[in-house]
């Protein structure tokens, strides 16, 4: 089957009429009157973002749900997305098959179509990209840089369990039995705080969402809201099978910064001014939705992570860098 034939037999299937059937160069859309557009791109790489040799439905969710996150964070609607997918040699028509049940489940979840994109073939490893269209009221987006001072700090979910995940998936640790199966699936299909985005857009002054790392994540909103930001490493909120290997492990204190540090989470991190925080938290419970304040916005820089005691604990490497 050449290119022309998998995208007429498998991705026609999943786009909207925005892309045109895929038979044109280009999607046209018409966006609504008093909406503002909000774009978000990620890449996926094989051997960095998922493991050598995978490529099925889980791959696809997790490539819609990664950019997805984003979206979220900033109080966005999605409603479509380009798809560049750079194929292995390896990569057969089952294969392709399987991957686009998994981009149909993705978007049921999330009510989007698919608008358009590219596919081409390498020698090299599978590199998977999407490009994700929302809106936003005009002047509505969350940025990150409008954090102020006596703003909450808080989280949506449970942080870490996409890292032990990872060491899972890798053998880089002891099988915990169910444990391990819950923190692979973390890894593989995280689930992003989809049905909180419009009262994130309602309440936050700054969100993104938590990729590389809790810790440096904040960092990044501390550094363009001009802000310092204090996280209390003991009200990170963890699931019951984190807790556990937390408990497990020599030294508390180290574990839980490693959660923090660990990243792919595709949580949301936001601060709230703390007069909205009790109408936020009742969104949250509808929706069904954990959400914890864990810091505070203050007239320093940087970010400061701190014991139960207040007392500053060193990091060394607050999150996953690139380059």
């Known amino acids: 089957m050449d290119e022309f034939g998998f995208i007429a037999k498998y991705l026609s299937a999943l786009a909207g009429p925005e892309g045109l059937d895929l038979k044109d ?5 018409k966006a609504p009157k008093g909406l503002e557009v909000v774009i978000s791109m990620d890449t996926q790489v094989e051997g960095v973002h998922f493991p050598d040799g995978k490529f099925d439905a889980q791959t696809a969710e997790k490539l819609i749900s990664v950019n997805i996150s984003d979206l979220v964070s900033k109080g966005a609607d999605p409603i479509g997305y380009f798809l560049s997918l750079t194929l292995s040699e390896h990569v057969d028509v089952e294969a392709l098959e399987i991957f686009c049940r998994g981009l149909a489940n993705a978007q049921n979840r999330y009510g989007i179509k698919l608008w358009g994109g590219d596919t081409t073939r390498t020698k090299g490893k599978n590199v998977l990209t999407v490009t994700l269209v929302g809106t936003v009221p005009v002047g509505k987006t969350v940025l990150r840089s409008g954090a102020q001072v006596g703003d909450l700090v808080c989280v949506t979910g449970c942080i870490g369990d996409s890292y032990l995940g990872l060491k899972t998936v890798l053998n880089q640790m002891d099988k915990f039995g169910s444990q391990s199966s819950y923190w692979e699936s973390a890894y593989h299909l995280p689930e992003p ?37 204090d996280i209390f490493l003991t009200t990170i909120p963890l699931s019951t099978a984190s807790t556990k290997w937390v408990l497990g ?28 925080i009790s109408a936020l938290k009742k969104q949250a419970t509808k929706t069904g939705i954990a959400l914890t304040v864990i810091g505070k916005i203050t007239d320093g820089s940087g970010v400061k992570c701190r014991d139960s005691q207040g007392n500053e604990v060193k990091i060394d490497k607050p999150g996953y860098t690139h380059f």
């Open 193 to 229: 705080p989809f049905a909180l985005r419009q009262a994130i857009r309602k309440y936050a002054t700054a969100a993104l969402d938590i990729s590389d790392g809790l810790l440096a994540d904040a960092g990044h909103i501390a550094d363009v809201s001009g802000v310092g930001i």
């Open 25 to 29: 160069d280009v999607a046209v859309w």
């Open 249 to 276: 492990e020599c030294d508390h204190q180290k574990a839980r910064v490693k959660l923090a540090t660990g990243g792919d989470d595709y949580q949301v991190l936001m601060c709230v001014p703390e007069q909205k």
